[in-house]
């Protein structure tokens, strides 16, 4: 190859790189490994991880059954070394399973359009805010300290520079964001309200009440939904202008932290303003059905520095695990799935309170709750990994007020077994 | 056309596919709870107003198992994948994904473990972020870096407001960030919304950062150059270090656009000639899998003076010498995501290093830059080169001598469907008008270059005797070009249910 090209060396295809800008003598990195050694170590690192415990962690990640069906699927070569489809004809396969995904989360949400999915929740739920800003013309929001705190810290990181300013606002004894609060808190400048439902707390809001605070002031709702599952049995956010959605609760490992999938839903009259990738159906020469990337108009690719929002990517795959799960649950598994966690939750806190306090029982909750001991969280916490169980959130650091308090989550995961030995643990 | 001339390409037995909500009747399960261990509950008692009733139910499909498998399964040998061949796209880096990468990802102590799970019982997760960050430091010559970001648009966002916090520091964060001509969208995305305005900055005749019309342009308003290095249209800018002593004579920064890292992975660290901060693309560079469309991840690496500014929270190891992560960072830009970046991507990219090692990463790019070359040598001429400069990993040509019958840019890239390959990149960079931009990666041997090239050739030549052939191109497929028109002036962005009762 190298004498068909017309040169020497490989070291001639590098001459544009001058020679003292060249590594000498090779990176120090590791070594190359071999198959089995790669493995090998990555499984001694997965072995000093938590593993065989029990879990009562939720805060935005939620520990769901994954149907085996969702790997065996997302496995295909066909969907997971395929790029971004910008060549439809050879990429339907993509394409059609986003459109099913926007056309699920829309029946979830109550709304009328979704996009192909965003980076996560976080990045979701601050890009509607930034959304909001552009459809009214205004710039701020007033968020609801309910919302997840690092939600909350993403939204900070990026309205400091576009002028945006952020006011935050309390909750009341029942858990829910302060209304009196929020109400005062909406100026002529205030573009959204953003609130959490279930919020941080697990506490359900009183989505219409916010929703007529925000619209008579003139400003949109934005509705941050971390724990999905939750909409197999809570009425949707109809009356949000904008829903930022995490998915990861439909079938996406908890992974650390990461890769999730974040969602926009919003009403059809925003559609032009809404960021990142949208699936649309036409048709070809001969009529028949497909699927395209549509409205890209509002995208970087085009738009340049004027584009809705700076991202390119989705997050195709996650998006086709969240397809599946959604498929494979369907209209009754959905709700039968978030029944038991709700009779999970509310089993938990009965127990829990026996002996703990639990905060925040004036509104519904879904599968996460707030309890309250005299002991620090960490302390119990410490105690239960001895029987192999993980305990609550603590909350000092994002709530301090609240004191020695933990936010606990069950899933249809958490056994009775489970609940009932961290419940001897609580005082 | 002859059928001889296609010699990757076949015919085969596709299936069609409704949608899977037209599948869905009444009854039919996919899954299977266990009983209820606990209690059950009144739900209407327990959650009121706020219970989802049947009026408003969420109409998801009501399938099978074997249903949910053929229904996917069906509608994914649509698609074209790097696993069905060459996937030329030009600066997207379609390499092979290795399977060890999705074994290790999936192993139960990683993919199961929580983010907020207590450090002691994190540290396997913490040692993978740790020495990822040692092995991409060492790789871009820098000093300091954060997985977070979540892709490479995000990156650069996360690059650019690491200019703009050390900038404010030192007391003015300065107005504006220069954009060469060739760049990627997202870029002058990126400095709008880090609240910058965009300066654009030309490309001389090599199609390179011309350095006097740069001496000129940057002043004390100039925040950064954003530069892809090498270029969209594959050239290395050789004289990085005297863009970067330009740039930092006048008190600006040089960040770097990765994205066409895999041109120098091994070869050159870019920490060392002049880039004070860089993004990578992990699903570029890196081999982790594009998803048809993400989880992708975009890591930013960056020079001390920066570093005080990274986002929240990093890896340290603490005075026990356990890993830990540190939140209390004060000059800290924040959080660009909440936790800790796409961890999943974080193990594929780390599997990848080890797969390699110092000398496999070296030699990939090698590979890379050789497979280019071979591609440019042998279509030089019949399709014309723009721009005659040296480069490394990518090739851009543009359609000049076939746009002579009418044959566009796009039209050869729907023709090379049916000659078995995916698409190059059409029309991007904007630099170069009909440009085919072509990245085969390190992964192809020399047979599937030289069938690409046989089918370019043989494209080229129906573009001469046959233009029809290749303007209705693509012939093979399930479907044919799709209207774009009709999607975007009456959009259908979800299928509703009263079609399908209207059609019964």
């Known amino acids: 190859m190298l004498r068909e090209i017309g040169v020497r060396s490989i070291d001639d295809l590098f001459a544009p790189i001058p020679p003292d800008a060249q590594v000498k003598g090779g990176l120090n990195i590791p070594r190359q490994m071999a198959e089995s050694e790669i493995l090998d170590y990555f499984r001694q690192r997965a072995s000093e991880n938590a593993l065989g415990y029990s879990s009562f962690l939720g805060a935005g990640a939620y520990n769901h059954y994954r149907p085996v069906v969702i790997d065996s699927l997302i496995s295909r070569g066909e969907f997971f070394t395929a790029y971004t489809p910008y060549q439809p004809e050879i990429s339907q396969g993509t394409l059609q399973s986003i459109f099913e995904f926007q056309t699920m989360i829309c029946e979830l949400t109550g709304m009328e359009v979704a996009n192909a999915s965003m980076y996560d929740g976080s990045t979701a739920a601050t890009e509607s805010v930034m959304m909001a800003d552009r459809i009214t013309g205004r710039t701020g929001a007033v968020v609801a300290r309910s919302v997840h705190p690092e939600y909350r810290e993403v939204l900070a990181t990026y309205a400091k520079n576009q002028g945006m300013s952020i006011a935050e606002v309390g909750y009341q004894e029942n858990g829910r964001a302060d209304l009196s609060e929020l109400e005062e808190a909406i100026t002529d400048k205030t573009s959204c309200v953003l609130i959490q439902s279930p919020n941080f707390f697990g506490t359900l809001e009183d989505v219409a009440a916010v929703a007529d605070i925000a619209h008579k002031k003139g400003a949109l709702l934005v509705v941050a939904i971390a724990e999905a599952v939750s909409l197999g049995i809570v009425r949707p956010p109809v009356e949000a202008d904008v829903v930022a959605m995490e998915a990861q609760s439909f079938g996406v490992p908890v992974g650390f932290g990461g890769p999730y999938a974040g969602v926009i839903a919003t009403k059809e009259k925003f559609v032009r303003q809404i960021p990142g990738r949208l699936v649309g159906e036409t048709v070809d020469r001969q009529g028949r059905r497909g699927f395209v990337l549509t409205l890209s108009t509002r995208e970087q690719h085009i738009r340049r520095e004027k584009a809705t929002s700076n991202i390119c990517t989705n997050q195709a795959l996650i998006a086709l695990m969240a397809t599946i799960f959604m498929t494979v649950y369907g209209r009754e598994g959905i709700r039968e799935l978030a029944q038991q966690n709700l009779a999970k939750a509310a089993y938990a806190a009965e127990e829990f309170g026996r002996k703990g306090k639990v905060l925040f029982s004036g509104a519904p909750r879904f599968n996460e709750f707030v309890v309250q001991t005299k002991e620090e969280p960490r302390a119990i916490n410490d105690r239960l990994l001895e029987r192999k169980i993980v305990g609550g959130f603590p909350l000092k650091k994002f709530y301090p007020e609240l004191g020695n308090a933990a936010l606990w989550c069950c899933t249809e995961l958490t056994t009775r077994a489970a609940i009932d030995a961290a419940a001897k643990e609580v005082a | ?504």
């Open chain 2, 1 to 504: 056309m002859s059928d001889r001339d296609i010699k990757k390409a076949t015919t085969q037995v596709n299936q069609n596919e409704g949608l899977i909500m037209e599948k869905s009747s009444p009854g039919k399960k996919g899954y299977k709870l266990p009983p209820l261990d606990v209690p059950a509950v009144n739900i209407s008692k327990m959650l009121g107003d706020l219970e989802r009733r049947d009026d408003i139910a969420a109409e998801l499909p009501e399938v099978s198992e074997i249903e949910i498998i053929r229904h996917f399964t069906r509608i994914s040998t649509w698609n074209y994948a790097v696993d069905y061949g060459m996937y030329p796209l030009g600066s997207c880096t379609m390499k092979y994904n290795a399977r060890i990468n999705e074994v290790v990802a999936r192993l139960d102590g990683l993919a199961g473990a929580h983010p907020y799970q207590p450090e002691k019982l994190s540290q396997g997760a913490m040692k993978i972020l740790q020495l990822l960050s040692e092995c991409l430091i060492e790789i871009t010559g820098m000093d300091a870096i954060t997985l977070q970001p979540a892709a490479g648009a995000h990156g650069e966002l996360t690059g650019v407001l690491l200019v703009r916090a050390y900038l404010e520091s030192q007391g003015n964060p300065r107005k504006k960030i220069l954009i060469p001509d060739s760049a990627h969208g997202t870029n002058p995305a990126t400095a709008a919304i880090a609240g910058y305005a965009v300066e654009n900055l030309k490309s001389n005749q090599k199609g390179m950062i011309d350095l006097n019309a740069l001496e000129k342009q940057v002043t004390e308003d100039i925040a950064a150059l954003m530069l892809t290095n090498p270029s969209t249209i594959g050239v290395y800018e050789s004289d990085i270090h005297h863009i970067a002593g330009i740039l930092h004579r006048k008190g600006a920064l040089l960040y770097m656009d990765g994205a066409n890292m895999n041109a120098l992975c091994g070869k050159t660290q870019p920490g060392k000639n002049g880039v004070d901060v860089m993004h990578l693309n992990l699903h570029k560079t890196f081999s982790t899998p594009h998803g048809g469309g993400g989880p992708g991840s975009g890591p930013v690496a960056c020079k001390k003076i920066l570093e005080p500014f990274l986002p929240t929270p990093v890896v340290i190891e603490k005075s026990d010498g356990t890993l830990g992560f540190d939140y209390n960072r004060p000059k800290s830009i924040g959080r660009v995501r909440a936790f800790y970046g796409n961890f999943g991507m974080h193990v594929r990219a780390l599997a990848y290093i080890l797969a390699n090692g110092p000398d496999g990463l070296r030699q990939t790019t090698e590979d890379a830059v050789l497979n280019a070359n071979y591609i440019r040598k042998k279509l030089e001429g019949i399709y014309e080169l723009p721009y005659k400069t040296q480069t490394l990993h990518e090739v851009v040509f543009n359609d000049r001598i076939q746009q002579r019958k009418g044959v566009k840019t796009g039209d050869i890239a729907k023709r090379l469907i049916d000659y078995g390959f995916h698409s190059y990149t059409v029309s991007f960079p904007l630099i170069v008008p009909g440009a085919l931009m072509i990245e085969p990666t390190e992964s192809e041997s020399k047979e599937e270059l030289d069938l690409f090239i046989d089918a370019m050739k043989a494209i080229a030549k129906e573009a001469e005797d046959e233009p029809d052939t290749v303007l209705n191109a693509p012939h093979t497929t399930r479907i044919s070009r799709l209207d774009e028109v009709r999607a975007a002036r009456q959009p259908i962005l979800r299928w509703k249910k009263q079609a399908k009762y209207a059609a019964e």
